[in-house]
């Protein structure tokens, strides 16, 4: 049962273009939502979030889309740099989930100098 | 200093032995997880421990233990391994209340062979 899905595997994206990353959730009662990026032999590390009360979050080159009606969310990247190639997962939490986080299977971000 | 450091970041056994990964963070955080890696890249929970509590225990098969002496230290042991649980086992911590930032271990990759 994939509550949270990221079906693009990989994406490969000019140097200075922007990147788009999407993801779609199915569980009505995930109520945050965070983006974490990963480089290989590393753990994951928190990029950005979003909590369900908001439609847009902005930290720099990153920007964090949320349609609740759409059960969708999406991460630009603008503009992309070679060092923002990594796997990129979704995640998502519920209220009162004791910080569970139910993780996307995650999307290879290439950047193409 | 490696915020949370887990060990060994590889582990390569033969079916039916016992094996433990230790994991430690040093950010004072409240709550430590261990999620798992599987095959398809997805990272789902398996444990989460608050101040030495087990607040989630995912369905799990009893051959994992987790081991919490204190609330800097979360510990996975794994007894009788088999073939599928051949995966990257990664550590987290973060705080009960307030973000839900985990900050990751750089994982441990198990191999039953």
């Known amino acids: 049962d994939q509550q949270v899905k990221q079906n693009s595997p990989s994406l490969s994206v000019q140097e200075g273009r922007i990147s788009i990353l999407n993801c779609d959730y199915t569980?009505?009662?995930?109520?945050?939502f965070l983006w974490y990026k990963k480089y290989p032999a590393e753990g994951p590390t928190f990029l950005i979030s979003i909590s369900s009360i908001k439609d847009k979050n902005e930290d720099g080159r990153f920007t964090v889309f949320l349609n609740k009606s759409a059960k969708h969310l999406s991460l630009h990247i603008v503009p992309s740099q070679p060092g923002d190639s990594a796997v990129y997962f979704c995640?998502?939490?519920?209220?009162?989930?004791?910080?569970?986080?139910?993780f996307g299977s995650g999307t290879q971000l290439t950047v193409l100098p | 200093d490696t915020a949370v450091s887990q060990t060994p970041k590889y582990l390569v056994t033969q079916m039916g032995n016992d094996k433990s990964i230790k994991c430690e963070q040093n950010l004072g955080h409240d709550t430590m997880y261990w999620y798992k890696q599987d095959s398809k890249k997805f990272l789902k929970i398996m444990f989460s421990?608050?101040?030495?509590?087990?607040?989630i225990n995912e369905t799990v098969p009893n051959r994992f233990s987790p081991k919490s002496p204190d609330k800097a230290h979360l510990n996975l042991h794994i007894n009788s391994l088999e073939l599928g649980d051949s995966a990257v086992y990664f550590c987290?911590?973060?705080?009960?209340?307030?973000?839900?930032?985990?900050?990751f271990g750089s994982g441990t990759r198990l191999t039953v062979v």
């Open positions: 569980n009505s009662m995930f109520d945050y």
């Open positions: 421990y608050n101040n030495k509590e087990l607040i």
């Open positions: 995640a998502a939490s519920a209220n009162g989930s004791a910080r569970q986080l139910t």
């Open positions: 987290a911590s973060s705080f009960l209340q307030g973000g839900y930032g985990y900050t």
